[in-house]
């Protein structure tokens, strides 16, 4: 039912809401509570990752929490970003390897322009091994503080943080790193170990936000809403991108 209401809410505008009410409403939707000041700091190491229930372009939902006997690959993308996109075939062999020993992998999308059915067409064609799901008003992305496309987010068999950040080291979208830093995570996870870096800064595309109100207060005037959208793009080594 909730995952139904916040499809409906997309493609209404929300019923006519205010833009500042209808970003909470689909806070609400998405984590399953209002939004808080603790939504917007960024997850730490060995914190639980907030639950989300979210649905892949074919219309199914996905709920994180629903995974809870194994580990979860979490990775922020874009079919629009050159990194992401770049990432996809690597990505896929590495479905293929992990999945056979219980590990999920799902893809998020929180591109404000993306639609389902376009991230269902690019899907098929590169013949994806695991579901892309639409963050909607791009919700999740900040109550995780995700801001760039790929970001990867692992999630340990007790729903905490394991790693977070690159997916590789790579220094062009499409040339695969020396070293694959969500597969060196994975071993070590799967091996009863911890994470030798647990944190590695992510590079590639900023996600495009959708517009969100925030007041603006001049002397003698009253608070005033106005939207921000996404930064601008830069690659690993500084170097701008799509």
Known sequence: MIEKSAYRIKKSGIFGMGMG?????????????PASAKDKASVEIGAKLPDFTLKSYNGKAYQL?????????????????????????SMSKLVKKYGLKGVVFLGIDSHKDTSPDAIEKHAKEQKLPYPILKDVGNVYADAVHATRTPEVYIVDTHGKLAYHGAYDDRKAPDKTGETNYVAKALDALLAGEKVEKP????????????????ASTTPGNTATPQTQTGTADVGPAGSGSE
Do not use: Y
């Open 21 to 33: 009410t209808a970003f909470l409403l689909a806070t609400w939707l998405v984590l399953g509570g």
């Open 65 to 89: 929490s629903k995974f809870k006997d194994g580990l979860v690959v979490l990775n922020f993308c874009s079919q629009e970003c050159p990194w992401s996109r770049g990432i996809e075939p």
């Open 199 to 214: 944190v590695v800064k992510a590079w590639g595309c900023t996600i495009k936000r959708a517009p969100k109100p925030m």
